[in-house]
């Protein structure tokens, strides 16, 4: 089945550092790949939406200039945060859609990140 | 945003019951889609079942989706403890983004 990886699984890093995750499908092409947040115990938040070539699409109340992404290959996605703050800390997962068509996502196992 | 609601919030069954888990949703959907969750991990995707569908199979899965009452069930039967995790349901509304449920957690006891 299709695989997304992203580095690195876990991060901690201090307060008003930036932190670069990376999600990347490693055998198929993924024109369009969705970037979301976990708190704990609850459910995923989709963050933004990344297509390849083109700026990322924001879901409401993210901030675009706080959660950077860049979507520069059909193979992978950057999200960036900037100036991190504690209330950051969460878990960052991404997802993937093959360029194929198909409906279904394909999960990464997600970025663990605190901000000191 | 999140649309679905999930219940029961959380479910602890012994090992050989089936599980069942609820979804309702709120908006007109493409498809829902099942996903499992464990600890602190990624998500494994379980089964899709599109807007024209009622009920899908899958090995010890079944689904079923009531599109006039916007609500979809999930059963996992002759349970297993490798089972236990978090399960979620997630809407698509035909723009591929997913809305997911608030999960259900599932524990199966040995």
């Known amino acids: 089945g299709a695989v997304v990886s992203q580095h690195p699984s876990r991060v901690i890093c201090k307060s008003g550092t930036s932190v670069k995750i990376e999600c990347r499908s490693l055998?198929?092409?993924?024109?369009?790949m969705f970037w979301y947040r976990q708190f704990p115990k609850q459910s995923l938040m989709l963050m933004a939406t990344?297509?390849?070539?083109?700026?990322?699409?924001?879901e409401q109340g993210v901030e675009k200039d706080k959660f950077l992404i860049n979507h520069a290959s059909l193979t992978l996605s950057t999200l960036t945060v900037t100036s991190a703050h504690p209330e950051d800390s969460s878990f960052y997962i991404c997802?993937?859609?093959?360029?194929?068509?198909?409906?279904?996502?394909?999960f990464g196992p997600g970025t663990r990140l605190l901000v000191l | 945003s999140q649309q679905g609601e999930e219940d029961p919030q959380a479910l602890s069954i012994q090992e050989g019951e089936n599980a069942t888990m609820n979804c309702s949703y709120k908006?007109?959907?493409?498809?829902l889609q099942w996903y499992r969750q464990n600890s602190g991990r990624g998500l494994v995707h379980l089964i899709l079942?599109?807007?024209?569908?009622r009920e899908k199979h899958s090995g010890r899965l079944r689904v079923t989706l009531d599109t006039s009452k916007k609500s979809s069930s999930l059963l996992i039967t002759a349970s297993r403890a490798a089972d236990t995790a978090s399960y979620f349901c997630?809407?698509?509304?035909?723009?591929?983004?997913?809305?997911f449920g608030a999960g259900t957690t599932v524990t199966v006891r040995a």
């Open positions: 997630a809407t698509d509304e035909g723009d591929y983004k997913l809305s």
């Open positions: 908006t007109s959907i493409n498809n």
């Open positions: 997802s993937a859609r093959d360029a194929g068509g198909q409906e279904t996502q394909y």
């Open positions: 079942i599109r807007s024209n569908e």
């Open positions: 990344s297509n390849e070539g083109s700026k990322a699409t924001y």
């Open positions: 055998d198929f092409q993924a024109t369009t």
